[in-house]
């Protein structure tokens, strides 16, 4: 086997441990949500609220924290959290002059103040810091060329030819929303979700749908992971 094989080779292996890697910590991560849904007792927010500890899920309406309602970004809406990200399309040309279409993120960011999720009988605290959101409603969404000319994007400049695409997802006070995870108490006396020892969730989109979406792709994930494994070990036995 020639050098050019064998750095071939090589490269095939490493592309498969990263993807395989990839795939299993996507897989992992399903299954602590789904491991989260099954074990949390389901209450009210207000009844979450009156609990010392414990594992729950629940609903309520999103509404602004101690610090208020928050401005989306690029929309300007009003919210009680958001977050957007750039993404730049362009054409890329290799050593032997083929043209590729390679996309990348160059700009991307999230607000970290607190929300509440409550009903009429209670609220509890969720951070953005402490909890993963999911599937809320995109509120902006922009696609604009890029040619000779700079385009300015919240200060940021690209150029050089391409398609910037701009999106942002927001939750908008009076929001309903679906909460997991763990109660705790603040020393000021807010309860607040956490994650804990287990997943915490917040997401615009019922628990029980979320869930079962989550075990598709979980299980699509971890036969993609195992099929990567075996295809590497396969390049490994014809590397050694």
Known sequence: MDDNAWIGLLIAGVVLLAVAGFLGYGAWKRWRWVQTFDAAQEVTAGQAAQQRRGLVRFSGLAQPGEHGELIAPVSQGPCVYWKYEVKERYRQRDSKGRSRTRTRVVD???????????DDQGAVTAWPGDVEIHGIQQSAADSSSVGGLSLNLGGLQLGGGGTVQTNEWRIAPGTPVYAMGEIAHS????????AGDHAALVTGTPLDA???????????????GAAAIVALAVVAVMVL
């Open 108 to 118: 991307s960011g999230a607000s970290d103040t607190s929300f509440v999720i409550a």
């Open 210 to 224: 979320f869930i079962a979406k989550q075990k598709r792709n979980g299980l699509l994930m971890a036969i993609g």
């Open 187 to 194: 020393d000021e006396g807010s309860v607040m979700l956490r």
